[in-house]
């Protein structure tokens, strides 16, 4: 003979989706079990009781709401996150890229200052000569003469991150263009593997 499932409040409510108001009009459990303490008494009931209870129109009527209480909270849930990405986007597009036009030397300078800190925050030593190419002076000019940085930590931790990620690429690399055309193929090979990201 096959053993009978029973059923506890929390195998109802998980398994089931069964709520507290539709637990109120099962009948008397069928058994008591132990729990993990032995002070611990759960009632349990058949599948018998339990499709029988689902049958009153009361209960059906208390599922069905939740059922669809839970899809309007989904709906709403959906709308927020929707909100919050247009606020970010927004903000994002509200802002305006500001570059600061420094000389070749002042660049290449800025771009060894950022290689030794770079190395000496982790620990390590470049004894070896570091070429400067345009690669890292576009770098340079991104995070140290543009307003770059300070759009990116408007947007760290907001909903719609990923959105205003590709605005904010989108803004500065063309500012960046205007402000330092010797560099145009680095900025859009740059411009084109952020967008990629």
């Not at 009781?49 to 069905?64: C, G, R």
């Not at 300078?109 to 800190?117: D, F, G, I, M, N």
């Amino acid at each position: 003979m096959k053993d009978e499932k029973f059923y506890s409040r929390k195998m109802l409510k998980d398994e089931l989706g069964w709520t507290d108001k539709m637990i109120k009009y099962l009948p008397k459990p069928a058994k008591t079990k132990r729990g993990y303490y032995a002070s611990q008494i759960i009632p349990v009931w058949t599948k018998e009781q339990i499709d029988q209870t689902f049958a009153l129109p009361e209960v059906k009527e208390t599922y069905h709401k939740k059922i669809k209480n839970k899809a309007k909270r989904q709906i709403a849930a959906a709308k927020a996150v929707e909100t919050k990405i247009r606020k970010t986007v927004a903000l994002i597009d509200a802002q305006k890229v500001v570059v600061t036009k420094v000389g070749k030397k002042t660049l290449k300078k800025t771009a060894y200052q950022e290689h030794e800190v770079f190395m000496m925050l982790r620990g390590r030593e470049d004894d070896d000569l570091w070429e400067i190419n345009d690669w890292k002076i576009v770098n340079t000019i991104r995070h140290n003469y543009t307003n770059y940085e300070e759009l990116l930590a408007m947007i760290e931790g907001q909903v719609g991150k990923r959105d205003a990620y590709r605005i904010v690429t989108n803004k500065v690399y063309p500012e960046i263009l205007k402000a330092y055309p010797e560099y145009k193929d680095t900025i859009e090979q740059q411009m084109s593997e952020h967008q990629a990201r």
